[in-house]
Structure formats: structure tokens, C-alpha cells
């Protein structure tokens, strides 16, 4: 398998795949891009990458030797070789700090990710668990406010510092899709169930969503 660079056609987005020819390679690219094959613009060799067939993916510290330049798993800031270079004296540090709003500390890099520093690092493992936390907690918020649904499926993400977008599907007795509720809560409010939330329930299901819930009909969701 040889390395391949494909792009698309409008030049945003480039992704290395590994492939025995050219026409794999395109195919492969489009699909990664989410294009159609047509769209691909350029499909070229890139033997640097080869030596990282076959290993599951490519660590983000080769992409950036490289040239490329990736972003931050945390906050998005664009990563170069720049960026990971130390600054050479007292004032590349101060323009730097400047310019980042905080000294240079080295990124830190784990596998196909790369983070801006560690502060940023952390954060981020931070808001991926209290997200987990925030699901886990959906279930059993169900079971309280809407007692005889079943849960379908829920996420939960970080918008604001210790603020969470939590949304469950679930069905219900007679209904023919899944409901979606959404609840815009800190986590401990989505733990300790204080918030309702918005509920959205299918036209075709309201009849059955009332009769589930011994709603008047005239009392419309
Ligand atoms: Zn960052």
C-alpha cells in the first residue's frame, strides 16, 4: 500500500489514504471527504507518508514534520511547525504571548491528536467527561419526568464553561417516531432533574403523546 494525497475540488481539505493505485487512492479520498469521486481535484503520491500504512493512521507529530498544519483537538487554534517551535529570544516570546494571549508552552501530541499545550489538553478531558456524565445522566432523567418512556438515545455538549445542550430521543407508548427533548442545563441540574426542558413531539404522534400522558385533546403539545 502507498501513500496518496487527495484534495477536493475546491481546494479546503486534502486527506493522505493508502492505496495499491491511483484510482483506489481517489475513490478512497472521495470517501473520507464526503465527495463524489468527480469532485476530487488532485490525487498525488506522497511517498513520506508510506512508511505509516498499515498502523492505523498517521500521528499528527508526522503531518505537522511534514509542512501540514492541523488543528487543536481543544479549541481549534492552528498548529504549524511554527507554533511548535520554541521562540528563539525575549522578544519572539513576548510577540508570541501576544499574539496567543498566554507564554509558548510546547503542544502535546497523542496519536492523530494535537493540542495547543497542556492547559488546553486537560480542559478538553474535562469537558469529554462531564459531557459522559451529563449522558449517563439522561436515562435516569427520563425515568423521572416522563416515567413509562423508553430512552432511544442522548448527547450532551459543552456550549458555554460548565453550561450543557443535552437531547434525548425517546419513544412512548403508541407513538410512531422518536420524541426529542431538548434540555439546556448545567449538569447538576440535568443530574438533579430540576430542569424540563423542550419537548418536541412528532404531528402524527400528538394524539398518542396526549392519550399517553391523560392530556385533554384541546390541550395541544
Ligand atoms: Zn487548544
Redesign the pocket.
Given at each position: 500500500m502507498k501513500a496518496y494525497q487527495v484534495k477536493d475540488a475546491w481546494e479546503e481539505e486534502t486527506v493522505i489514504v493508502f492505496a495499491k493505485g491511483g484510482a483506489e487512492a481517489r475513490r478512497k479520498g472521495a470517501k473520507q471527504l464526503g465527495i463524489d469521486f468527480e469532485e476530487v481535484s488532485s490525487c498525488t503520491r506522497t511517498p513520506s507518508f508510506d512508511k505509516y500504512a498499515g498502523q492505523g493512521g498517521i500521528p499528527a507529530e508526522a503531518y505537522i514534520n511534514a509542512g501540514w498544519w492541523l488543528e487543536?483537538s481543544?479549541?481549534y487554534?492552528k498548529i504549524d511547525d511554527d507554533f511548535c517551535t520554541p521562540p528563539s529570544d525575549a522578544e519572539n516570546a513576548a510577540g508570541y504571548a501576544a499574539e496567543h494571549g498566554r507564554p509558548w508552552s510546547p503542544p502535546v501530541f497523542a496519536g492523530p491528536d494535537v493540542?495547543?499545550?497542556q492547559d488546553?489538553k486537560t480542559d478538553y478531558e474535562r469537558r469529554r467527561r462531564a459531557e459522559k456524565r451529563a449522558r449517563d445522566a439522561l436515562p435516569r432523567y427520563l425515568r423521572r419526568y416522563f416515567p413509562g418512556t423508553v430512552f432511544v438515545s442522548g448527547s450532551a455538549s459543552e456550549f458555554r464553561k460548565g453550561d450543557r445542550n443535552a437531547f434525548v430521543h425517546f419513544s412512548f407508548p403508541g407513538s410512531k417516531w422518536t420524541a426529542d427533548l431538548t434540555v439546556r442545563a448545567c449538569q447538576s441540574s440535568v443530574r438533579n432533574g430540576r430542569d424540563k426542558g423542550r419537548l418536541m413531539v412528532s404531528q402524527q404522534d400528538v394524539d398518542a403523546w396526549q392519550a399517553f400522558r391523560g392530556l385533554p385533546k384541546e390541550a395541544a403539545a
Amino acid at each position: 500500500m502507498k501513500a496518496y494525497q487527495v484534495k477536493d475540488a475546491w481546494e479546503e481539505e486534502t486527506v493522505i489514504v493508502f492505496a495499491k493505485g491511483g484510482a483506489e487512492a481517489r475513490r478512497k479520498g472521495a470517501k473520507q471527504l464526503g465527495i463524489d469521486f468527480e469532485e476530487v481535484s488532485s490525487c498525488t503520491r506522497t511517498p513520506s507518508f508510506d512508511k505509516y500504512a498499515g498502523q492505523g493512521g498517521i500521528p499528527a507529530e508526522a503531518y505537522i514534520n511534514a509542512g501540514w498544519w492541523l488543528e487543536c483537538s481543544g479549541c481549534y487554534a492552528k498548529i504549524d511547525d511554527d507554533f511548535c517551535t520554541p521562540p528563539s529570544d525575549a522578544e519572539n516570546a513576548a510577540g508570541y504571548a501576544a499574539e496567543h494571549g498566554r507564554p509558548w508552552s510546547p503542544p502535546v501530541f497523542a496519536g492523530p491528536d494535537v493540542w495547543c499545550c497542556q492547559d488546553c489538553k486537560t480542559d478538553y478531558e474535562r469537558r469529554r467527561r462531564a459531557e459522559k456524565r451529563a449522558r449517563d445522566a439522561l436515562p435516569r432523567y427520563l425515568r423521572r419526568y416522563f416515567p413509562g418512556t423508553v430512552f432511544v438515545s442522548g448527547s450532551a455538549s459543552e456550549f458555554r464553561k460548565g453550561d450543557r445542550n443535552a437531547f434525548v430521543h425517546f419513544s412512548f407508548p403508541g407513538s410512531k417516531w422518536t420524541a426529542d427533548l431538548t434540555v439546556r442545563a448545567c449538569q447538576s441540574s440535568v443530574r438533579n432533574g430540576r430542569d424540563k426542558g423542550r419537548l418536541m413531539v412528532s404531528q402524527q404522534d400528538v394524539d398518542a403523546w396526549q392519550a399517553f400522558r391523560g392530556l385533554p385533546k384541546e390541550a395541544a403539545a
